[in-house]
Every structure is written in C-alpha cells, then in structure tokens.
C-alpha cells in the first residue's frame, strides 16, 4: 500500500505538477488543499501519512499556523515546500517541529529523500510510542501485582507463624528436639517472607513514586537508624561507628533512613568476625562528598562489585536475607540523581561510597 500524501498549495499549476512528480514516485495523492483553513478540513477528512505544505498562502492562516493545529490535533508528519528561506520564516518553522524544510526550486531526489527519512522517522517514532506505551502497561501490571502481594500474602504469613508459636507454646512439651527445630524454622521462614514482600513493596514504590525532597540532617538520620537496629545489632555483636559529624543534605529522609539501614545490616550480617564494626562517614575531598559505609567484614572480590546491586543477589549462601538490599539502595540514590559504588578487598572489609548531588551542602 503507497503512501498518502496531502498536497497544499494554493497555485493550482505548481500543485498538479508536484500531485504528478509524487505519482511517479509511486505515492498516493489523496487531496489538495489551497489554504491553511482547507489544510486542516483536509487532514481531518483524508488523515494522510504525510503533507506537503506551502507557507504562503492567501487567507488570515498561512502555511506554518495550519501546520501548528494539524500537529498538534493529528500528529501528521509535515514538509514545508516554500520559496522563502528568510529567517523569520525559518524560525517560525521551526517552533512548529517540522520533518522538513525545502526550498523552491529542489530536484526531484532531494524531494523524494526528505519524503522518505520523514515517513522513517515518524514509523520510529510512533513505534516509540507503542511501546513506551507497552511499558508502561506492564509495569502498571507488575506494581499491581506487587500489591496485591504485599496485602495479601503478608495475612496468610502472619497466620502461619501465628500457628507455630500457638503448637509450640500449647505442645512444646510434646515436641522432641527435632520438632521444636521445625517449628522455629516455619517462624524465621515466615519472617524472611514478610521482608521479602515488604521489600518487593518498597521497590515498587520507588518507581511509580516522584521523588519529595528535603533538608535532612544525616546525624539524626543514624541516631534514628541506630534505635531501629538496636537488637539486631546486640544479637550480632555489631557496633556503628561515625567516624565524622555527617552533614546536612537536600534529599528524602525515609529513603536516606533505608539506605543506612541496608547498608549497615549488609555490613553486619555478611561479617564472621566475633566485633563487627560498621564504620559511617562523609568525604568531602578525595571522592567529591561522597558518603560512605564501611565494614570490616570478609570483603568482595572484583568480578562480583557489579553483580551485588543486581535483585535476588546473595554472594555467600546460608546467610539469611533476600538479596534485595543492596538493589534497594542503588534504586534509593539513582533516584536521587547520585551514584552508589562498592570499594573492597577480599578478607579485608568493605565499602559502599554513594554521592547525593546537592544545590548546597553543610557540615
């Protein structure tokens, strides 16, 4: 099937020449039109993959005001065909966002080249947009889904683990060693499962939700992050030392809260040493204000600084987590507009390094 082409032009000798160099081409002339109004009763009626379009013309609309409504009614790709090539005119043009601009006279292979690339670029673009569309759609079907995994399965969960610790409080006398095992092991599974959602849930967030900003004092982001950790890391023999005064930053305070507190339990939890340390400060010199979250945990080799931050992700099996972590802080600066990094040596710690950018930062 040929191409339509609408031919505007309001002197009827120079249209039907051009009506008969675009046959020979091998496009469809599906119209004329004398004037900027009849260009738009025409585009409306023939709905054309493509208009040639004069500028001048007679009339209060001329060639570029016509052009203006049809875009932005119908999105119909246009070509000026004009004998003018004054500035004024050209400028006006190009506020209209043409795919085209040929001046009077042009041979026939400079006129069938524009006709082409415009018609290319416009399939591109509108396959673009199919499929941003698309996108869109699954990725709407995808934080959907994941809500409905969050409401709905966090129940069930909490049921289950309310069953165990039920059997284990009314028959736990009746449990040999084994037994008991088994019911504490459905109350950590149901644990890690409820984290797992409730991460899966934050992630979603994080992408259908525009980033609030505000001026966020990180000391009292880790004295925050400290009470919530408080167990967690008495039960691992953990320590946060803040080797600096933090400074105060433009940017979301919960996000900034759960950035320290996955970075910080990821220090704790991949660490056999019987002190583990996590050690938190800002450099403001070597690394251009740049956090940062140190360890003295058993450290990373190279080829795996990349694979960390990607989801589901655990270097060391048998420890507990879901591999989300470290995916969650990388979401959390990237959508801040920073950038997140992994220095380390194997058996010699670790550190993460992220930079937040700032319209200002103070000490």
């Not at 013309?57 to 119908?74: C, F, H, L, T, V």
């Not at 305070?253 to 950035?259: E, F, P, R, S, V």
Request: proline share 2%; aromatic share 8%; glycine share 8%.
């Amino acid at each position: 099937m040929n191409d339509k082409i609408l031919v505007v032009e309001d002197e009827t000798v120079i249209a039907m020449e051009l009506g008969l160099q675009l046959k020979n081409m091998g496009y469809d002339v599906v119209g004329r039109a004398g004037s900027g109004a009849g260009a738009i009763e025409k585009a409306t009626e023939l709905r054309p993959d493509l208009i040639l379009m004069d500028i001048v013309m007679p009339g209060e609309m001329d060639g570029i005001d016509a052009s203006k409504r049809i875009i932005s009614k119908q999105n119909i790709p246009i070509i000026f065909l004009t004998a003018y090539a004054d500035e004024k005119y050209i400028k006006r043009a190009r506020e209209v966002g043409p795919f085209g601009y040929l001046v009077k006279p042009y041979e026939d292979r400079e006129l069938r080249a524009a006709i082409e690339v415009a018609l290319y670029k416009k399939s591109r673009e509108d396959e673009i947009t199919r499929k941003n569309a698309e996108l869109e759609r699954l990725s709407n079907d995808l934080n959907d889904y994941v809500h409905f995994v969050s409401h709905d399965m966090k129940a069930p969960l909490r049921h289950i683990k309310a069953l165990s610790l039920f059997l284990d409080e009314d028959y736990g006398d009746k449990l040999d060693e084994k037994g008991k095992e088994y019911v504490k092991n459905i109350c950590t599974t149901c644990d890690d499962a409820g984290t797992m959602i409730n991460e899966l849930l934050q992630l979603a967030k994080m992408t259908d939700t525009e980033v609030v900003r505000e001026v966020v004092d990180v000391n009292d982001v880790i004295r925050a992050v400290e009470t919530e950790l408080k167990f967690f890391l008495k039960a691992d023999n953990g320590r946060i030392e803040i080797v600096d005064r933090l400074p105060t930053i433009y940017a979301n305070g919960t996000w900034m809260k759960d950035l320290f507190v996955n970075l910080i339990t990821n220090g704790i939890k991949y660490n056999d040493n019987e002190e583990k340390i996590v050690r938190i400060g800002f450099d403001d010199e070597v690394r251009k204000q740049a956090f940062y979250v140190a360890d003295n945990g058993m450290g990373i080799e190279d080829k795996y600084k990349d694979e960390i931050f990607k989801p589901f992700k655990r270097l060391q099996a048998g420890k507990e987590g879901t591999g989300l972590g470290l995916t969650i802080c990388r979401k959390v600066v990237e959508a801040q507009g920073g950038k997140i990094w992994l220095e380390s040596e194997l058996n010699k710690g670790s550190t993460f390094f992220f930079i937040i950018p700032q319209r200002g930062v103070s000490g």
